[in-house]
């Protein structure tokens, strides 16, 4: 039978990837996590994940939401959305900090009006990024 408080499957102990991804606010709602699966934004343990592929405890799920890469572990699945002291017992968190305001700021802004860039521009844009 199914834990009603915490929304958790405890005869199966899975949940699907992105129900699960919504019940612990990692987005801010279920059919944002479904079309990031979708568009191949969420990978568990490496591989990319459909909406409806489930997640176990130990997992590692991959989602790059909102200009950043997050990076958790599961710890519990659960299939309800949960309270946020409760969710953030339901993951662990490893992914790399958020870019400062300074670093953000760093990404070149052209003019509004001026067109693609030529080719003598892309490479000043490319060496400036260090590549």
Do not use: Y
Request: net charge positive.
């Amino acid at each position: 039978m199914a834990d009603e408080a915490t929304g958790t499957g405890a005869e199966t102990g899975t949940a699907r990837v992105d129900a699960w991804i919504w019940s612990v606010r990692l987005t801010k709602t279920r059919s944002v996590a479904a079309t990031a699966c979708r568009a191949g934004h969420v990978k568990v343990n490496g591989e990319r994940a459909k909406p409806a592929q489930a997640v176990r405890a130990g997992d590692e799920v991959r989602l790059f939401h909102a200009g950043r890469e997050r990076i958790v572990v599961v710890k519990r699945p659960v299939t309800k959305r949960v309270g946020a002291p409760v969710a953030a017992e339901c993951f662990v968190d490893n992914s790399p900090p958020a870019p400062t305001r300074i670093e953000a700021e760093v990404v070149g802004v052209r003019d509004r009006g001026t067109g693609r860039p030529t080719k003598r521009d892309r490479r000043e844009i490319e060496s400036l990024r260090g590549r």
